[in-house]
């Protein structure tokens, strides 16, 4: 082999190594390049998705503002409307989804958005519910035997048989129609006991007057008691309310 022919087989490797090397370092740069590509592409949708989120959120927020807080199940509907159609997160490469923060945030914000704004729509069907309750009992409560038959003595026991008694009856019968709340189980067989306990008496003071006996009976502690509670829980579910709404308008 003569001295040209050997360095052209020595140099060969060499070549080849280089040219290798050379293809190496370019494909490592545009594989570095479309990753970076992509995690731009996933930061691009992330961003865009944060930022319809907070347009959204402003939305629902400003809604819920304008709404009147004093009937919950109205609200409710407000709010159910309102958060019908939420921005959606767009789709992006894979690595880039696996590599950019701003997507991995997106994906959290998706995942939760929604939360506070339907757990203040059922705070407030649990309290429109509750309200309802309150009214129902209120309207028990709130019965005068004098409006049935007057003041003073009673010489008959024809408006006691024929209105007093039957007006309690129907208001007892009427609450016990009204849905109980959670854990208010208690508070709704006061509000029934109250009124039985005039319908009781009035029964006796039917029989009492109708025998020529003499005979009265008072039910303001029964009622005043039962009236005190029902108004602590109408507090209560007023705080509720404002305690829930203020929990999505807080941040706006």
Known sequence: MNVPTRRLVVALPVVLTVVIAIAIGALVVVQDQRQSAQVSEA????????????????????KVEAADAGDPGAL???????????PHLGDAPAYGREHSTSYAEAAQTEATVLRPFRRLSATLR???????????????LELRATDYVGYGFITT??????????????????????????GKAELAKK???AAQYV???????AERIENRQNFSFSYREE?????????????????DI???????TADA
């Open 43 to 62: 930061e691009t949708v992330a961003q865009d998705y944060l930022a319809n989120v907070a347009k959204f959120r402003s939305s629902v927020i400003a």
């Open 126 to 140: 649990e309290a429109d519910d509750a309200l309802a309750f309150i009214e129902a009992a209120r309207k028990v």
């Open 242 to 248: 404002a305690e829930a709404v203020a929990g999505v």
């Open 199 to 205: 319908i009781d008496q009035a029964t006796l003071l």
């Open 223 to 239: 009622f005043q008691a039962v009236a005190d509670a029902v108004s602590d829980y109408a507090t209560q579910v007023k705080g």
């Open 191 to 193: 509000v029934h006991d």
């Open 76 to 86: 409710s509907k407000v709010v159910d409307r309102a958060i019908a159609r939420p």
């Open 157 to 182: 026991s024809a408006r006691v048989r024929a209105e007093l008694i039957p007006a309690f009856v129907r208001a007892r019968d009427e609450f016990d129609r009204a849905p109980v709340p959670k």
